[in-house]
């Protein structure tokens, strides 16, 4: 019988043979592959070709620049001079890092006109603006902050018709109702008038005044031309209901 231990050792011989031949061939395969490229590039330099490579441009990198193709070449697009990323140079300041970009040169002046000069006398200055990598404030006009607002004083909700269900606020002041689209409240019903009526709130006091209107307006039932208006009283303007509720 063989001994054991002989049987073990030329199994693991085996083994270590086995990953030395695979090492060996991966080598062999690598070096044989990078010598058949060496050979390629002599042959194409005998036979008076450029190598493989050497007569491809650099090729732009594709970004979100909106300014030349895909096959522009590098160094064609217009850089920031300080931060060298993409801009174009008739913008006054460079998105990226804010320094001043080239401002573009002036159109030459017609014939007989002195350089700067402009027709019809010099242009008034407007109000200067903030651009990117200013550090102007711009200023608030706080009269306009101030103006008077006119303030909700009730509705009138409609209670049929096309619009049934929707609500129309009621300001302070005067109030004007009609099929028109310039009225503050535009109803939609072909039997109104375009200035079919008015709501005024003035002194705590709602009153509905009626513009002459072809149908007239009627206020519980009642036609009207003039009404001291009460919450939760019903308003009829050509086929269509309302009713109206005081906040005040």
């Keep these: 019988m063989r001994d054991p231990r002989d049987v ?14 695979g090492v060996q061939n991966k080598i062999d395969g690598t070096a044989q592959g990078a010598m058949n490229k060496a050979v390629k590039a002599v042959d194409r330099v005998m036979d ?39 801009v174009d140079l008739s913008w006054p300041h460079c998105p ?6 080239a401002a573009s040169p002036p159109p030459p002046a017609p014939p007989g ?6 027709q019809g006398g010099p242009i008034p200055q407007g109000p200067v603006q903030a651009t990117a ?43 004007t109702m009609g099929a028109a689209a310039d009225n503050d409240i535009v109803i939609t019903d072909e039997y109104l008038s375009s200035r079919h009526s008015t709501i005024r709130y003035e ?8 513009a002459d209107s072809t149908n007239g307006s009627y206020i519980n039932e009642k036609r009207v031309t003039k009404e001291e208006l009460i919450d939760n009283d019903t308003i009829r303007l050509g086929r269509t209901e309302f009713r109206f509720k005081a906040l005040y």
């Design 8 to 21: 073990l050792k030329g199994r693991v011989e085996g083994r270590i043979n086995e990953r030395i031949w």
């Design 113 to 118: 006109q002195q350089p700067g000069a402009m």
């Design 203 to 210: 002194d705590g006091r709602y009153e509905f005044i009626d």
């Design 48 to 86: 008076g070709k450029p190598p493989p490579g050497g007569d491809q441009k650099k090729k732009k990198r594709m970004s979100w620049w909106p300014f030349g193709g895909k096959d522009e070449e590098a160094g064609q697009a217009p850089g920031c001079p300080n931060c060298g990323n993409e």
């Design 96 to 101: 990226y890092c804010g320094a001043g970009l």
């Design 133 to 175: 990598g200013s550090n102007r404030t711009v200023a608030i006009d706080i009269a306009a902050l101030k103006a008077p607002s006119r303030g909700v004083v009730g509705w009138i909700v409609a209670l049929n018709g096309p619009q049934k269900g929707m609500d129309f606020r009621i300001m302070e002041g005067k109030n």
